[in-house]
């Protein structure tokens, strides 16, 4: 079974960029995730999506972030114009539906700086 | 809101040899999970083993096991036999249990384990 695919692995920008990260979950997965990982701390939720609606966007910096799951099956997150506090590594997770009793499997992340 | 604290930034241990990596958390609800988490260096993060709070019994998964004390909100996790393998970031983890809403992952921040030949 493949796991969650993400790409770019690397991405390097200078301030007020457009950046964006695409993830391939794992086939069947309803659940797809998007954490952000700062050096130094652990990861953040972003936005979780269930099949092609949004479950939880709380933490999700609205005016510039944005995320769409077209289909229910790809993700793209979008930084829009980038800042510096914003370098970090992005995680895509995806989970065969929402609840604790589910394993998320994660990917390998997106590391993205911000110059 | 839920919090998860790791105290131990940094640990190490020599090959063969048990180290317990310590986790706290705070939480009103009753029912949930408790996850530690393993992320090599450049790899994935992967599941090392998963708690659910209302099952007294203490998880295992072969060399690694958890000491869930529920009063204390106390979790910690147990590497018996330690491999070079085990040198990882590991990240206690809280999730509510109920699907339907949110069942995101909080993180502690983490504890880095350099395992010693």
């Known amino acids: 079974e493949a796991g969650v695919a993400q790409s770019p692995r690397y991405k390097i920008i200078e301030k007020r960029q457009s950046v964006a990260f695409w993830c391939n979950p794992i086939?069947?997965?309803?659940?797809l995730y998007w954490y952000q990982q700062i050096l130094g701390q652990g990861p953040k939720l972003l936005i979780q999506?269930?099949?092609?609606?949004?479950?939880?966007d709380s933490q999700l910096p609205k005016d510039r972030f944005s995320a769409e799951r077209l289909k229910g099956v790809d993700s793209t997150l979008k930084i829009q114009p980038a800042k510096l506090e914003d370098s970090a590594v992005y995680l895509c997770?995806?989970?065969?539906?929402?609840?604790?009793?589910?394993?998320?499997?994660f990917g390998p992340g997106t590391r993205l700086t911000v110059l | 809101a839920q919090t998860v604290t790791q105290s131990q930034p940094e640990m190490s241990v020599q090959e063969a040899e048990t180290v317990t990596l310590s986790c706290t958390y705070d939480?009103?609800?009753?029912?949930?999970?408790l996850f530690w988490y393993k992320q090599p260096p450049s790899r994935q993060m992967i599941l090392v083993i998963r708690?659910?709070?209302?099952?007294?019994q203490n998880a295992t998964e072969n060399r690694f096991s958890v000491n869930f004390q529920k009063a204390a909100k106390s979790f910690s996790l147990k590497i018996s036999d330690s491999q070079l393998g085990d040198t990882a970031m590991y990240f206690c983890?809280?999730?509510?249990?109920?699907?339907?809403?949110?069942?995101?992952?909080?993180f502690g921040t983490g504890t880095l384990l350099a395992v010693q030949p």
């Open positions: 997770a995806s989970s065969r539906t929402s609840g604790g009793a589910f394993e998320q499997f």
């Open positions: 086939s069947g997965h309803a659940t």
């Open positions: 708690q659910e709070a209302y099952k007294q």
């Open positions: 999506f269930q099949n092609n609606g949004v479950v939880d």
């Open positions: 939480t009103s609800e009753s029912n949930y999970y």
């Open positions: 983890a809280f999730s509510q249990r109920d699907g339907g809403a949110t069942n995101k992952l909080i």
